[in-house]
């Protein structure tokens, strides 16, 4: 019987020594190839065929999430009328790992009659495709995982990692922030940590408020009524100063003076936890919340006016994490 954990490990291995035997061979054409895309003013197409196509796909996606321009185009829709999305201010990446593929190699003349940049990712620099190259990064490796030594695997695993290298290259010439990845994903979870704030999630409408000298059997009332398990308590300028939750209230309860007749202040949390910044993150008040182990926190002003509240079922629901 086969070993496939003593296959799959010999094939990670084999994967991993590529790129370290790679890593040590780089050269300066990957700062050459940065700048060159950094300074263009169009976009970056990449292009390739078969595997190396499925790998461009993904260097094209990557590189446009990072902040550089980029789309992908399939070298015989290029040849039946797309190559008119190539524009004169864009650069071309171009992958074939032999540097000879028959579709790639048949759109590389018509790019360079317009003088468009041509970045190569080959085997070798002999090949058509280094030929035509004005920058080449060279694929160096010595087998692929395929026991047959024929189906791309080293080769497509060092192609991806390269384009992974250009696109970190290009993040550092640009000075591409965690704010600008965001803003390139604001479905993501890091785009609604970064964006999402506290006025976007906060209750405004239909407070449970009651005043300060509300009586306690009426502020229940209050509290079954707004379905936030607490009320909020203002003086009579509307200032937060304090709030009754049911656990004050099941509090209140055991206390051997305890009196429906009494103010609900007198049972409330006096000073409650607020945030006084309808700007502040929404990440940043859930990390408010559960430093302080609480369900909700009242957001005022600068000078204490209620303003909303926002609860952790809020956050959670909004996916915030």
Do not use: W
Not at 94 to 113: T, V, W
Not at 131 to 140: G, I, M, N, Q, R
Not at 164 to 186: G, I, T, Y
Not at 192 to 214: C, Q, S, W, Y
């Amino acid at each position: 019987m086969e070993d496939f954990k003593a296959i799959a490990k010999e094939v990670l291995e084999l994967e991993a020594k590529e790129l370290l035997n790679a890593a040590g061979m780089i050269g300066n054409e990957i700062g050459v190839a940065t700048n060159l895309i950094a300074n263009i003013k169009g976009k970056l197409i990449v292009t390739g065929v078969g595997k190396s196509g499925l790998i461009g796909a993904k260097i094209a996606a990557t590189l446009a999430s990072t902040g550089t321009s980029s789309f992908f185009l399939h070298p015989t829709e290029a040849m039946h009328g797309d190559l008119g999305m190539v524009g004169k201010d864009d650069a071309v990446l171009a992958i074939s790992y032999s540097g000879e593929s028959e579709e790639l190699i048949k759109i590389l003349p018509h790019i360079k009659r317009f003088d468009i940049p041509l970045i190569g990712m080959a085997r070798s620099r002999e090949s058509s495709l280094g030929h035509y190259s004005d920058v080449f990064l060279p694929l160096y490796i010595e087998k692929e995982a395929c026991p047959l030594d024929a189906a791309p695997t080293c080769s497509t695993t060092l192609t991806l990692a390269l384009g992974d290298a250009l696109a970190v290259c290009l993040m550092k010439k640009k000075n591409f922030q965690k704010e600008d990845f965001a803003s390139f994903h604001p479905g993501g979870s890091l785009g609604k940590r970064l964006f999402i704030k506290v006025k976007d999630l906060m209750l405004t409408k239909e407070l449970p408020i009651i005043h300060e000298t509300t009586k306690l059997k009426e502020a229940i009332l209050k509290m079954s009524e707004g379905r936030l398990g607490n009320v909020l308590i203002t003086d009579q300028n509307n200032h937060l100063i304090a709030i009754l939750s049911d656990g004050d209230l099941r509090r209140a309860l055991m206390r051997d003076d305890f009196s429906m007749d009494a103010t609900a202040y007198e049972y409330a949390t006096k000073s409650p936890k607020k945030l006084d910044d309808e700007t502040l993150l929404a990440s940043d008040a859930l990390t408010f919340i559960e430093k302080y182990k609480i369900q909700l926190v009242a957001i005022t002003d600068k000078v204490g006016v209620l303003k909303g509240v926002l609860h952790i079922h809020d956050l959670v629901e909004a996916g915030i994490k």
